[in-house]
């Protein structure tokens, strides 16, 4: 974090005399930090020029855009992959389910590294991985070796998601109005990737051969591995260590909860199986959290949680990941199930609900924020998501793309643009500046696993209401609207939780205050 005030030289061996009395205020919260103490660490929130700055915020997009396109291009590929590879009718979906548990487990170590090892390594480090992962992957002949590909890409990515969110606040966060603009460009990047991804799985897999979806992230990652040192800036590593067995028992307690999570729908909610996981799953998490109470250097520090709001907004991204994703997902299959779209047209159906969240998120999101406040924007938002997906319920079997689809999906949408800058936002800059990596881990874990659960919880309620019959239209129908009216109940509940747990908070424009720090 910079600061335009006056601050006389501090050489790396001296402190500055009066410097623990001087504080930065953080933008878009009120709570005080410490400012930088040596001539290194001021070094370390030096920004660079202001144009290579907004070309590194479209490499930080690009990533955001990877990461969630890489879960999306997939679908279509699936049936080319199941005949080629010998992959079984359940062993299929774990092309995706391997991504999402390697993403998921591996976020909140992602976090803690890029706060010990400096953000812009730690980036390039995803990248390195997602690369190889997506060699592997393409180049896979056997089940075993394809799901260790998608497993390796996912691992990159959990440290590509909190790293760049770092990179964001170091470099936009000296004020309210760059971190509110820049937040929500990298916001729409998420939706564009979605969409991409059903657009470009759809080509590929028509023109060339489905390992294409997943070279297509080589010449990307290059670009990506290029760009990175000449754009980021550089934070030197700092002093710590690493909490390797709570790392083990978080990563191994958030992948076997995503584990039995997405198994559910297949092997039963009741089954002892996905009781044994969640078991598992939450000793693991219990474990984790009494070594971080006991360590001097946890991985997360369990203070973090007291930050105001903090846990509020990861509630709200919670919730979001578990409305919207199944929406998305279901929306698509009703698409094709039963109106009849082939896969390219679906994904064009999507456009206009994408589009319309990319330019109220870059647009309208951060105008509107300035003026009501982050706790009004996520309130109204989720209620908005919330009536978006009720109406999305009253879908038809013998229903159209203008009547059932573009209406009830842009009101959703607009929800989305409105609650999802605000609670990112509050989420990242409601922690401690040193602990940028890990306030935009958790936000992530936050997310996922929201997503995770909320599409296996809806397929759960999919198939109870008759979405598993294929080829009867009206159950189909009947299985997506039972989807719908879930995910704004969802939406409804986490509008209300928000009302009741977040602070309010000011909506002026918190500049740094200006300090003199004397030698």
């Known amino acids: 974090m910079s600061s335009k005030s006056s601050i006389s030289p501090c050489t790396p061996t001296k402190r500055c005399a009066d410097v623990t009395q001087a504080r930065l205020r953080h933008p878009l919260t009120t709570q005080a930090s410490p400012i930088p103490r040596t001539g290194k660490e001021l070094r370390m929130s030096t920004q660079p020029k202001s144009t290579r700055k907004w070309w590194a915020l479209a490499l930080i997009a690009a990533a955001q855009f990877m990461v969630i396109m890489d879960t999306s291009i997939i679908g279509v590929a699936l049936p080319q992959m199941q005949s080629d590879l010998g992959f ?4 299929l979906t774990w092309v995706f389910n391997a991504y999402v548990i390697a993403f ?17 390594r730690v980036f390039s480090a ?12 393409g180049a896979a002949g056997n089940v075993a070796v394809e799901l260790a590909g998608r497993a390796v890409q996912g691992a990159g990515a959990a440290l590509i998601a909190p790293s760049a969110l770092t990179l964001l606040m170091m470099l936009f966060g000296s004020t309210q109005k760059e971190m509110t603009k820049a937040l929500s460009i990298y916001g729409a990047a998420a939706p564009a990737g979605g969409t991409a991804g059903v ?24 670009i990506a591995l290029i760009a990175t040192p000449l754009l980021m800036p550089n934070a030197p590593a700092r002093t710590g260590s690493i909490d390797f067995l709570g790392a083990l028992a978080v990563t191994a307690g958030l992948a076997v909860g995503v584990f ?9 909610w009741g089954s002892g199986q996905t009781w044994l996981a969640l078991a598992v799953s939450a000793a693991l998490l219990g474990a984790f959290v009494l070594i971080q109470s ?28 578990a409305a919207w994703i199944p929406m998305w997902f279901f929306l698509n299959l009703y698409l094709q199930q039963v109106l009849g779209y082939s896969a390219f047209p679906a994904g064009a159906a999507l456009l206009p609900m994408t589009i319309f969240v990319m330019l109220g998120m870059v647009v309208v999101a951060p105008r509107a924020m300035a003026r009501f406040g982050a706790k009004a ?29 573009l209406p009830a999906s842009l009101v959703a949408a607009a929800g989305m643009t409105l609650a999802f800058i605000p609670s990112l936002g509050t989420a990242i800059s409601a922690a401690r500046p040193e602990e940028g990596g890990l306030a935009s881990g958790i ?12 599409l296996a919880v809806m397929t759960a309620i999919a198939a109870v209401f008759g979405a598993d019959q294929l080829g009867d239209l009206t159950e189909l129908t009947n299985g997506f609207s039972a989807v719908f009216l879930g995910a704004a109940a969802i939406a409804v509940v986490g509008a209300a939780i928000t009302a009741i747990v977040m602070r309010s908070t000011k909506v002026d424009d918190p500049r740094p205050v200006q300090s003199t720090v004397n030698s």
């Open 377 to 405: 924007m996520i309130v109204t938002g989720l209620l908005v998501l919330g009536i978006g997906l009720g109406w999305m319920s009253l879908i038809r079997p013998t229903g159209n793309f203008w009547v059932d689809v």
């Open 104 to 120: 998921g487990g591996l976020l909140l170590l992602g976090g803690r590294l890029s706060d010990l090892f400096g953000a812009r």
């Open 443 to 454: 936000v992530n874990v936050s997310y996922q696993v929201g997503s995770a659960v909320g």
């Open 126 to 137: 995803g990248w390195l991985i997602l690369l190889i992962g997506s060699v592997v992957a």
């Open 199 to 222: 657009f470009l799985g759809g080509v590929i897999t028509e023109y060339t051969s489905w390992p294409w979806v997943f070279y297509l992230n080589i010449p990307i990652a290059v």
């Open 260 to 268: 039995g999570i997405v198994r559910a729908p297949d092997v039963g």
């Open 294 to 321: 006991k360590r001097r250097e946890p991985l997360v520090r369990l203070g973090i949680f007291k930050a105001p709001n903090l846990g509020a907004a990861n509630i709200a991204q919670l919730v979001l990941g």
């Open 88 to 91: 079984s009718q359940e062993g």
